[in-house]
């Protein structure tokens, strides 16, 4: 892969190697390495990005080349229709994984030039700006930008004491689990049935189909929202989370049920090839005879 960074408003230039200066009036080129150990997949550079950030100067990602690889953008499968691994955010991306990952000896993975020490939420930062600077459309760099937040406030490498953590870890989980729950609740009411431990959601009206799906869509915004007040500094993020969780949830636990029946299929076909073909040709007979039962009508 040797495409020159576009968009990037002169931020983003050729990093070099451990040999050989950086180039500011070179293009920076994302050369990458596709490597295969067992079952996972990684990626090393070939060439150093340099990113001229407005805060920290210029960051040379890796540190070095040799040691240091990356798994692109690090987004859940079930999440790949919304933020790809690739694309016009991968610089960026690559730099944070350089700001954020150790390299094997313990030393920082990436070069400061005017020695700055990056914690994880300045990272984070970093990663939000250079998207822009790439020409990452607004909503898929928020969107990112965020989920890396999340990342941070569960991890354990952020600059706080304990007792700060765990209020970010217990706002974050309590909130986002909340609104997993009066998703559910809602649902339920909208379709006029009952589930276990769904009450119903007090803000959906009896009424009409449509005045019941704008009461849940007007929830689905405004409730979380005011959660994400709980997450303090960190509350766009909540925000924005809180509100695509809440309108995306449906499509999310959709995909990731066909990803899992494909997994499934998958593995039975791998491990028992004849159980598969006999399940295959009683699933497509069963097809049939729904078929023409139907055309019969």
Same mark, same amino acid.
């Given at each position: 892969m040797r495409p020159p960074v576009g968009g990037q408003g002169g931020r983003f230039h050729d990093g070099g190697t451990p040999t050989q200066p950086p180039d500011p009036d070179a293009p920076a080129r994302?050369?990458?390495?596709?490597r295969f150990t067992d079952g996972h997949e990684t990626w090393a550079m070939l060439r150093r990005i340099a990113y001229d950030d407005r805060r920290l100067g210029e960051l040379l990602v890796p540190a070095d080349l040799g040691s240091f690889t990356s798994d692109l953008t690090s987004v859940p499968s079930v999440l790949t229709w919304l933020v790809p691994r690739t694309g016009a955010h991968l610089p960026a991306a690559l730099v944070h994984d350089g700001l954020v990952?150790?390299?094997d000896d313990g030393a920082p993975a990436y070069v400061s030039a005017e020695g700055h020490v990056v914690d994880r939420v300045?990272?984070?930062r970093v990663f939000r700006d250079a998207m822009a600077d =790439?020409?990452?459309g607004v909503v898929r760099r928020w969107l990112a930008w965020s989920a890396v937040t999340l990342v941070t406030l569960l991890g354990r490498d952020q600059p706080w004491p304990a007792w700060r953590r765990w209020r970010y870890r217990l706002a974050v989980l309590g909130s986002l689990l909340l609104v997993v729950w009066l998703g559910w609740c809602a649902t339920w009411d909208i379709l006029d049935r009952s589930a276990p431990a769904?009450?119903?959601?007090?803000?959906?009206?009896e009424g009409s189909v449509a005045a019941e799906l704008l009461a849940g869509?007007?929830?689905a915004l405004v409730v979380p929202l005011l959660l994400?007040?709980?997450w303090g500094r960190f509350r766009v993020a909540g925000a924005v989370l809180g509100t695509g969780l809440a309108f995306l949830l449906h499509v999310t636990v959709v995909v990731a049920a066909l990803s899992a029946l494909a997994w499934a299929a998958e593995a039975l076909v791998a491990r028992a090839p004849q159980v598969a073909a006999a399940l295959t =040709?009683?699933?497509v007979a069963a097809a049939a005879v729904v078929l023409v039962v139907a055309l019969l009508r």
């Open positions: 994302v050369l990458l390495e596709r990952g150790p390299a300045e990272a984070d =790439t020409g990452t769904a009450p119903g959601a007090p803000w959906i009206p869509a007007a929830g994400a007040l709980t =040709t009683l699933v």
